[in-house]
C-alpha cells in the first residue's frame, strides 16, 4: 500500500537524546529551554523579529487575527484547508471569499479590491502547496486601504522570494508544523511577526491573557506548546535539507514520468524557491481524475483530493458562494503521494499505473 502521505520520524535515539534533558531539568511546558531554542532557531531562518511557537497552525491563525485584533470581514481563499477559513469565524469575523488564478491556484488579486466594505480590516490568502502569492499587488491594496494582512504559510517552510523567507511578508505569516506537512514538530504552529509590539500581544493572548500572575487585561487562550514537541522540531530542524531534497528527486521523477500525461501542475511564482510540500496535478477533467483516483486506489496508491471543495461552497455553518474558477479548478486537483520514506520505484509504479490508465481511457481525455 502507498499512502498520499506518511510523517518523518527520526529515530527513537535521537529523540531519547533530547528528551534526557527534560527529565533532567523536570521542565514541561511553558517556554521551556527547548522551545526557546526552537524559536530562536527559526527566527533567524524566517528572518523576522519574532517566532511564537504555538499549540497548531489553526491556532496561529486565530492568534494572528486576535493580535491584530481584526474584526468586521477578513478577505480571503476559498482555495485552502478548512482551518484558513474557520479561525476568522472563531474570532468573531465573516470571511469574504475572492476567487483564485486557473494557473497558481492562489487568490487572484484583481477580485480584491471589489470586494472591501467599510467592515474590511484584513486579508488572510494561503500560499498554496508552498507557491508564494503575488504579495506585492496585496501588500499595495492593504496599503491603500489600510488593512492587515495575514499569509497562511502552512504550507510555505523555508520557502524563499526573491531571495528572502517568505516569512517576511505580511503582518504575520503563520506556519503549521503538523506531522503532515514537510517539517513538523507532531503537533505545533508558528507565529512570525515583524512587530515587536504585536507579538507580545500575542505572547499574551497564548498564555491565558496573564499580564502578571493576577491580572487580565485582554482575552487569551491556551495557545502553548510543550517541551516533547520542542524536542521533534529540533531534532527535525536538523534533517531539513534532507527532507527537501529527497521530495525534490521524487518530483523530479514524477514530472519526467508524466510528462505525456494529460493534467498540468500550477504555475510557481517565478521569483521563488520551491519546498516540495506536495505534488498537485489539474486534471484536464474531473472524470478523468475521479477515475484514475478509483484506479489507482484498486492498485493500493491513495491520493488525495486536496483542496475540495471550496470553501466558499462546503460550509453548511456559512452562506455558500459560487466562484468560477474556484469551482472549476477544486473538482479537477488531485495530489500524488510525496513523503520522505517513498522511493522512486514506488514514484515509477504510480506513474506507470497513470499512464496505463490514461491509454486504456483516451476517450475521457478532453
Ligand atoms: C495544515 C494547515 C492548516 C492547519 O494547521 P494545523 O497545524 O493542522 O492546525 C492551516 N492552513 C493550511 C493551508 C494547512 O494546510
Redesign the pocket.
Known amino acids: 500500500m502507498i499512502p498520499v502521505n506518511k510523517p518523518f520520524l527520526p529515530s527513537k535515539k535521537e529523540y531519547d537524546k533530547f528528551t534526557e534533558g527534560i527529565w533532567n531539568n523536570g521542565w514541561l511546558t511553558n517556554s521551556g529551554p527547548l522551545s526557546i531554542e526552537l524559536e530562536d532557531k527559526l527566527k533567524v531562518r524566517l528572518g523576522v523579529n519574532n517566532v511564537l511557537f504555538v499549540s ?4 496561529a ?1 486565530q492568534l494572528a487575527i486576535a493580535g491584530l485584533e481584526l474584526t468586521g470581514e477578513i478577505i480571503t481563499t476559498p482555495f ?2 478548512i ?2 477559513t474557520t479561525s476568522i469565524i472563531w474570532q468573531n469575523c465573516t470571511p469574504v471569499f475572492g476567487d483564485i488564478e486557473a494557473d497558481t491556484l492562489n487568490i487572484d488579486t484583481s477580485t480584491i479590491e471589489e470586494l472591501i466594505t467599510a467592515k474590511t480590516t484584513g486579508i488572510l490568502v ?1 500560499h498554496v502547496y508552498g507557491n508564494p502569492c503575488d504579495v506585492h499587488s496585496i501588500e499595495a491594496i492593504a496599503k491603500k486601504y489600510n488593512l492587515k494582512v495575514i499569509y ?1 504559510g ?2 510555505a517552510f523555508d520557502v524563499q522570494l526573491n531571495n528572502e523567507p517568505i516569512f517576511k511578508h505580511g503582518n504575520i505569516s503563520i506556519c ?3 506531522a ?2 514537510l517539517y513538523h514538530s507532531v ?3 508558528l507565529v512570525a511577526c515583524n512587530d515587536n509590539k504585536i507579538a507580545a500581544k500575542i505572547t499574551r493572548i497564548r498564555n491565558f491573557g496573564f499580564t502578571s500572575p493576577e491580572s487580565f487585561n485582554e482575552l487569551g487562550i491556551n495557545g502553548k506548546n510543550s517541551e516533547f514537541h520542542a524536542a521533534m522540531g529540533l531534532i527535525n530542524y536538523s534533517h531539513i535539507e534532507k527532507l527537501i531534497s529527497k521530495r525534490k528527486l521524487l518530483s523530479d521523477k514524477y514530472d519526467e514520468l508524466l510528462v505525456s500525461f494529460a493534467a498540468r501542475k500550477p504555475v510557481w511564482n517565478k521569483s521563488a524557491t520551491k519546498n516540495y510540500s506536495y505534488y498537485p496535478l489539474i486534471f484536464c477533467n474531473e472524470e478523468f481524475m475521479l477515475k484514475c483516483m478509483k484506479f489507482l486506489q484498486e492498485n493500493d496508491v491513495f491520493t488525495r483530493r486536496y483542496f475540495y471543495p471550496s470553501l466558499a461552497s462546503a460550509l453548511k455553518f456559512l452562506p455558500t458562494k459560487s466562484l468560477a474558477i474556484t469551482d472549476k479548478v477544486s473538482k479537477k486537483v488531485l495530489c500524488l503521494p510525496l513523503f520522505y520514506e517513498l522511493t522512486v520505484d514506488e514514484v515509477k509504479k504510480i506513474s506507470d499505473l497513470m499512464n496505463k490508465f490514461q491509454r486504456n481511457n483516451l476517450n475521457l481525455v478532453k
Request: hydrophobic share 30%; proline share 0%; no cysteine.
Open positions: 497548531n497552525g489553526t491556532m491563525l485552502s484547508f482551518a484558513t494561503t497562511d502552512a504550507h503549521s508544523l503538523h503532515s506537512k503537533e505545533g504552529g
